[in-house]
């Protein structure tokens, strides 16, 4: 409910535990830059990871590693037009987050380029894991405006939700939905036809690549000489998800 002040203090808490390395997403540049640039500051080395991406020089961070979330967000559009899908609707629960923002915009310009209408659903961020909430907000605008047909969830948590909306609206024949992050769940829907895909973002690759990077870099000076890594995005649909779901079951998806 009050997301990005709480974010800011969680910056402020790393800086009393006097890390030698931080790996951090920079999910709200505006709250979280003044306390990130203090741990640099501090002589504390700073790997930004899954949100920040053009704030490594703002914040002096030593390299950005994740996605690319304007880029994933274009790949779900993409996939939704190609599907034929003419008005597609971004779910938000996090409005405000820039990396949430980014994808929700990929998603719009695609569609809109290939000639459909695409719009947010932004909802309180009290929304975010509330399943009965998002359920009900999205069975209510999918309801009230039938020309909608596809559906974009910002995480795995929505996305059960967004899949009870459908199924209660009796949407399931005209209403494809795809989301963005993965879960057990997600993959099944998309092996048994009910979810149409899934934008990874490699989120095990972006932690284990930044936490190396930070020990690398911290106990043995190594370091690459980029400012970004990125580590993905990757479409999950019904032609590679049985090789998803083996990496998920061995707890790297």
């Given amino acids: 409910d009050n997301f990005n002040a709480d974010a800011a203090k969680l910056?402020?808490?790393?800086?009393?535990?006097?890390?030698?390395?931080?790996?951090?997403?920079?999910?709200?540049?505006?709250?979280?830059?003044?306390?990130?640039?203090?741990?640099?500051?501090?002589?504390?080395?700073?790997?930004?990871?899954?949100?920040?991406?053009?704030?490594?020089?703002?914040v002096g961070a030593e390299i950005y590693i994740g996605s690319d979330e304007y880029v994933a967000g274009t790949v779900a559009g993409e996939a939704m037009a190609a599907a034929g899908k003419k008005n597609v609707v971004c779910v938000n629960t996090l409005p405000g987050l820039a990396n949430i923002e980014a994808r929700c915009k990929g998603v719009s310009d695609a569609v809109k380029a290939a000639g459909g209408k695409s719009e947010n659903l932004n909802l309180p961020?009290?929304?975010?894991?509330?399943?009965?909430?998002?359920?009900?907000a999205v069975k209510a605008a999918i309801t009230k405006d039938t020309t909608?047909?596809?559906?974009?969830?910002?995480?795995?948590?929505?996305?059960?939700?967004?899949?009870?909306?459908?199924?209660q609206a009796g949407a399931v024949e005209t209403v494809l939905h795809g989301g963005f992050a993965v879960n057990e769940q997600t993959l099944n829907r998309i092996k048994d036809g009910t979810q149409f895909f899934a934008v990874d973002q490699q989120g095990y690759a972006q932690g284990y690549y930044a936490t190396a990077y930070a020990f690398q870099l911290a106990a043995y000076a190594i370091s690459l000489p980029i400012k970004e890594l990125l580590s993905g995005p990757s479409l999950i649909n019904s032609e590679n998800v049985d090789k998803v779901l083996t990496g998920a079951k061995g707890g790297r998806r």
């Avoid at 640099?40 to 990871?49: E, H, N, P, Q, S």
């Avoid at 047909?149 to 909306?165: N, P, Q, Y």
């Fill in 148 to 167: 909608i047909d596809g559906l974009v969830t910002i995480g795995d948590a929505d996305a059960d939700s967004v899949t009870e909306a459908i199924s």
């Fill in 125 to 136: 961020s009290s929304s975010f894991g509330n399943a009965t909430a998002v359920t009900q």
């Fill in 11 to 58: 910056v402020d808490k790393m800086l009393t535990l006097n890390p030698t390395a931080v790996v951090i997403p920079d999910w709200v540049p505006d709250s979280m830059n003044e306390g990130i640039k203090k741990l640099k500051d501090a002589g504390i080395i700073v790997v930004l990871y899954n949100s920040g991406q053009g704030e490594v020089e703002n």
